[in-house]
């Protein structure tokens, strides 16, 4: 369930007469004395295509829902105040002990993605990059992640990412590779 769903009242007066329009992104109180007016955007999160100097692409199997069992790229959440190149690095260190070098990232592609989390669906925008990576053995499967594949190109198959939003990144890759 989209996540204004669970909205029934106002946050700061509890009235029930608060609605939302505008593509489910802007609450308003109708309250007069309120009037509260509140925005849920999208959340920014980060994903990255790393490929070594044999071409073979660092690819995940994630651990826990969504998407347990399926595949992945290292990636998450941006926090509140961090860059989007910050994030990939933050979240490469934690996920296969991988310290990138932030000036080798690439912008890649972005895509709009639901995330469905504990009953409630999430939208996020992502925000994919590329880098080469000398060290793509060293790679080992830590927090959320339970194996870490290198692959070949032609082993990749987008199908089974675990998001639409990677499925989509990941094969635009392999059509246009890093230079797209
Ligand atoms: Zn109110």
């Known amino acids: 369930m989209i996540l204004t769903r669970h909205f029934h009242s106002c946050p700061r007066c509890s009235g029930r007469e608060f609605t939302v329009d505008q593509g489910d992104r802007h609450f308003l109180c109708r309250v007069p004395a309120c009037g509260l007016e509140f925005f849920l955007n999208s959340a920014a999160a980060v994903g990255v295509i ?32 961090e860059t989007a190149e910050a994030a990939v690095c933050r979240e490469t260190r934690e996920e296969v002990g991988l310290d990138l070098d932030p000036g080798a990232l690439s912008y890649f592609t972005s895509a709009a993605n639901l995330y469905l989390y504990h009953g409630v669906t999430y939208q996020t925008l992502d925000l994919y990059f ?51």
Request: net charge neutral; with cysteine.
């Open 50 to 81: 790393l490929y070594g100097p044999d071409g073979r692409l660092l690819i995940l199997r994630r651990a826990h829902d969504p998407g347990r069992g399926l595949l992945g790229l290292p990636g998450g959440f941006v926090d509140d105040g």
């Open 130 to 180: 590329s880098a080469p990576c000398a060290n793509l053995e060293q790679a080992r499967a830590q927090a959320e992640v339970a194996e870490v594949i290198l692959a070949r190109p032609e082993e990749v198959d987008p199908a089974a990412f675990a998001f639409p939003s990677g499925r989509a990144a990941v094969a635009r890759f392999l059509r246009q590779g890093k230079n797209a």
